[in-house]
DNA sequence: CGTTGAACCTGTTTGC
DNA sequence: TGCAAACAGGTTCAAC
C-alpha cells in the first residue's frame, strides 16, 4: 500500500489527531513483525507522542522521556557538548516509536469501543479513551522503539529525501551505478521513499525504460527523472496518495492520486502520449509497466550481446 | 558490484 | 461453480 505520499498522509493524519496525547496501555496481538515486543510494553506506557514524521517509508512517532530517561538526557547533553562535531545524525535523538505500514499496514486512532479489525495487532490506549491500533493482514510490516541513544544508529542507511536531493547528488547517486534505473529507484538506500508506483510514474514521464542502467543517463536525463519525481510526489502528496484498493486517509477517504497514474497497472491501455499500449515486464523482481514507443529498451551493450548469442 | 529468486503472510483476482 | 495459480503498494537474504 504505502510509498512516500501515501505514508506521509497517514503521518499528517496523525499530527491532526494524536499529538500530545499520552500512551496509558498497550496489547499485543501476533508480533511476529515487531522487533521486540517486550520493549513496546515495557517503555510506552506514560509517554506523550510529541511529534510525528515520516523518514522515507518509515513513521517516527517521537516520544516524551520519562524520569530516568530525562537523567540519562542529562549526561547525553553534557557529552553531545564536548564531541558534537562529527554526526551522521539527521534528526535530533528522542525516545521513538518506528513504524513500516509494509505492504498492507494501518495505523489509526479509534474509540476504544469500536470493534476492531481481524487483523489488528497493536492497541495502544490513549489518555482521552481512544485507541491507536496498528492493523496488518500480511505483517509485512514492521514496529520497533527505539530508545534515544539508538536513533541515529537506526537511520543511518538510507539514501537521499527524494523531495530535498539536490540535482548534484541524485546525479552522483544514479550516474555512477551500474544498476538499473528501476532497482536505483526503489533501493532505500539511495533514495528513501520510492516504491513500485511512483517509480514506475517517473520513469513514465522522464521517458526513460526502466532497464535502463544508472551510468547510461546523461546528466540532462538524470535532472529529468529528479524534477518529474519530485513533481509526481508533490501531486501526490497534495492528493492524499494513490488508493490501489485499501489505502485510506486519516478521514477514511480514499487518496486520489491513482486517477493521475499514467502507465502504473495500465498493462495493455494505451499510452497518454503515444497510444500504444503499455507494457509490463519484470525488472529488479517487481512488474514494472512502460510505453515501449516513449521508453525504449536500452540497446544491450557488445558483453552482453555476445553472450546472448 | 550486480541480478535473480525465494521467503516472509494473507487476501483478492484471474484463468481454466 | 470450484479450485489453483498469479498477483499485490515492501524488505531481506542466499546463491550465483
Not at 217 to 222: C, I, P, T, V
Request: positive net charge; hydrophobic residues 35%; glycine residues 6%.
Amino acid at each position: 500500500m504505502p510509498e512516500l505520499p501515501e505514508v506521509e498522509t497517514v503521518a499528517r493524519g496523525l499530527r491532526q489527531t494524536i499529538l500530545g496525547r499520552r500512551i496509558l496501555s498497550i496489547r499485543l496481538g501476533k508480533t511476529d513483525f515487531i522487533d521486540d515486543p517486550a520493549a513496546l510494553e515495557q517503555h510506552l506506557p506514560g509517554r506523550r507522542i510529541d511529534a510525528v514524521e515520516r523518514y522515507g517509508k518509515f513513521m517516527l512517532l517521537r516520544l516524551s522521556e520519562t524520569l530516568s530517561d530525562e537523567l540519562a538526557a542529562e549526561s547525553r547533553a553534557a557529552n553531545e557538548k564536548m564531541a558534537s562535531a562529527s554526526k551522521a545524525a539527521p534528526t535530533t535523538a528522542t525516545p521513538s516509536l518506528l513504524v513500516h505500514l509494509g505492504m498492507t499496514g494501518q495505523l489509526a486512532p479509534a474509540p476504544a469501543a469500536q470493534p476492531h479489525q481481524k487483523h489488528t495487532h497493536v492497541w495502544m490506549t490513549l489518555d482521552d479513551g481512544r485507541e491507536l491500533r496498528y492493523t496488518d493482514p500480511r505483517r509485512f510490516g514492521r514496529i520497533a522503539y527505539i530508545a534515544a541513544a539508538s536513533l541515529a544508529g537506526e537511520l543511518t542507511d538510507f539514501g537521499a529525501d527524494p523531495l530535498e536531493v539536490t540535482c548534484e547528488e541524485f546525479a552522483a547517486r544514479i550516474r555512477t551505478r551500474r544498476a538499473r534505473i528501476k532497482a536505483l529507484l526503489l533501493d532505500q538506500s539511495v533514495l528513501r521513499g520510492v516504491g513500485n508506483i511512483y517509480a514506475d510514474e517517473s520513469l513514465w514521464r522522464a521517458k526513460l525504460h526502466p532497464a535502463r542502467l544508472g551510468v547510461q543517463l546523461n546528466a540532462r536525463q538524470a535532472e529529468t527523472l529528479r524534477k518529474v519525481l519530485q513533481d509526481i510526489l508533490r501531486k501526490a502528496i497534495a492528493m492524499h496518495g494513490s488508493s490501489i484498493s485499501d489505502f485510506l486517509d486519516a478521514d477514511g477517504e480514499p487518496g486520489e492520486y491513482q486517477r493521475h497514474h499514467r502507465a502504473y497497472g495500465r498493462e495493455g491501455k494505451r499510452c497518454y502520449r503515444c497510444k500504444t499500449p503499455i507494457h509490463r515486464t519484470m525488472v529488479a523482481g517487481r512488474s514494472s509497466y512502460f510505453c515501449p514507443k516513449c521508453q525504449p529498451a536500452p540497446r544491450m551493450s557488445r558483453q552482453h550481446r555476445r553472450r546472448s548469442r
